[in-house]
Structure formats: structure tokens, C-alpha cells
């Protein structure tokens, strides 16, 4: 019984999988629009910590797509002892940019591209309630690969080498300028194409 029930799926899987490479499928089109929600920060993978965004990608050309994103983000860490300390963040923002994607007839479609955002966000801690405000700039160059499951459904990954300008203050403090150059994050992003 087991046996036959795995060879059925077997083949129900086989056949779905030839149906799918055998379906063409027409993507990066002039006019294709797209709903996207990023996850970004994944060299971390903290489930107390949250980076994204949510947006719309549109082709002006084939291959040639811009996007705009809300960005958000949420930290929460607990460190324990004496006394127990939290640290909360919460941010938000806007970006954008442009990608180009490689004409390639295939599900897998690589893309290059350049990104801007804007960022806000403000840090509570406790003991003592001490609180952060900063405001970041970013502007990079991206790569990436998007592959296509069906024609209204993707995921995405892409890298991100650039420069970010943050500029911090904490209540009584002076504030403090910070420059970073390099690869500066992770991100994945589900398209829903309509």
C-alpha cells in the first residue's frame, strides 16, 4: 500500500514538474506589474528582529523595471542579569530603484540594478530610557536573481554593495555621523504579478 501510494506521487510529481518546464512563460515584459514584499537583514536570522518592505515593481521596457518600497523594521532584545535591559527599535522609511534584467529564456532571470533609501528610526533603552534617533541615506548598486514559478508568482535574491550616510543623537549626548562602504546586506523578495 505505502509503495503504491509513493510511486503515484511520484509520478504526480514528475508530471507536474515536466508541465511546469514545458508551460513559456513570459516575464520581464514591458507593462508587467507587481506587487513585492521584501525581507531584508538575513545574515542575522534573529526572530526577535524584523527588516522590509512592501511595494510595486513596474516594466517601462522589456527588462528594464523600476520599483518604489515602504521600508519598516522592528528589533527587540532582552539581555538578562542584573538588572535586565531591553533595547527596542523601530524604524521606518522609503526606497527605490531600478533593475535590468539579462534576456534570458528562462524561469531563473538574473538582474542588475541600482537602489536609494531613506531610513528613520528611534532606539529605546531600559534601564535608564535612554533614547536614539537617527536617520540613515543609502545608494548602491544591486545584483540579483529572480526565478519564476508560474507567471504571476517570483522570488527573489539580491546583494547589495554601497555607501550609507547615518547620522545619530541619544537625549544629552552630542550627535554622531557614521559612513560605511561595502556589501551591505541580504534580501529576499516575493513578487506577485498582476
Request: hydrophobic content about 40%; cysteine-free; overall charge neutral.
Given at each position: 500500500m505505502i509503495r503504491k501510494l509513493?510511486?503515484?506521487l511520484s509520478i504526480i510529481l514528475l508530471s507536474t514538474a515536466v508541465n511546469l518546464?514545458?508551460?513559456?512563460?513570459?516575464?520581464?515584459?514591458?507593462?508587467?506589474?507587481?506587487?513585492?514584499?521584501?525581507?531584508?537583514?538575513?545574515?542575522?536570522?534573529?526572530?526577535?528582529?524584523?527588516?522590509?518592505?512592501?511595494?510595486?515593481?513596474?516594466?517601462?521596457?522589456?527588462?528594464?523595471?523600476?520599483?518604489?518600497?515602504?521600508?519598516?523594521?522592528?528589533?527587540?532584545?532582552?539581555?538578562?542579569?542584573?538588572?535586565?535591559s531591553t533595547d527596542n527599535s523601530l524604524s521606518f522609511g522609503i526606497g527605490g530603484g531600478i533593475e535590468y534584467h539579462l534576456p534570458l529564456a528562462s524561469r531563473l532571470s538574473p538582474y542588475l540594478g541600482g537602489v536609494f533609501s531613506f531610513l528613520n528610526s528611534a532606539e529605546t533603552t531600559n534601564p535608564g530610557g535612554g533614547r536614539i534617533n537617527s536617520t540613515s541615506f543609502g545608494l548602491g548598486a544591486i545584483g540579483g536573481l529572480e526565478y519564476f514559478f508560474n507567471q504571476n508568482?517570483?522570488?527573489?535574491?539580491?546583494?547589495?554593495?554601497?555607501?550609507?550616510?547615518?547620522?545619530?543623537?541619544?537625549?544629552?549626548?552630542?550627535?554622531?555621523?557614521?559612513?560605511?562602504?561595502?556589501?551591505?546586506?541580504?534580501?529576499?523578495?516575493?513578487?506577485?504579478?498582476?
Open positions: 509513493t510511486i503515484g518546464q514545458a508551460q513559456t512563460l513570459n516575464v520581464a515584459q514591458q507593462g508587467d506589474k507587481a506587487l513585492l514584499f521584501n525581507f531584508v537583514g538575513l545574515s542575522t536570522l534573529n526572530l526577535n528582529a524584523y527588516q522590509g518592505g512592501i511595494g510595486g515593481k513596474y516594466f517601462l521596457s522589456d527588462g528594464l523595471a523600476v520599483r518604489a518600497m515602504l521600508l519598516f523594521g522592528l528589533d527587540n532584545k532582552t539581555t538578562s542579569g542584573v538588572p535586565q508568482l517570483s522570488l527573489g535574491a539580491e546583494y547589495q554593495f554601497g555607501i550609507s550616510s547615518t547620522n545619530s543623537s541619544e537625549t544629552g549626548s552630542p550627535s554622531t555621523n557614521e559612513l560605511k562602504l561595502g556589501f551591505q546586506t541580504a534580501g529576499l523578495t516575493l513578487a506577485a504579478y498582476f
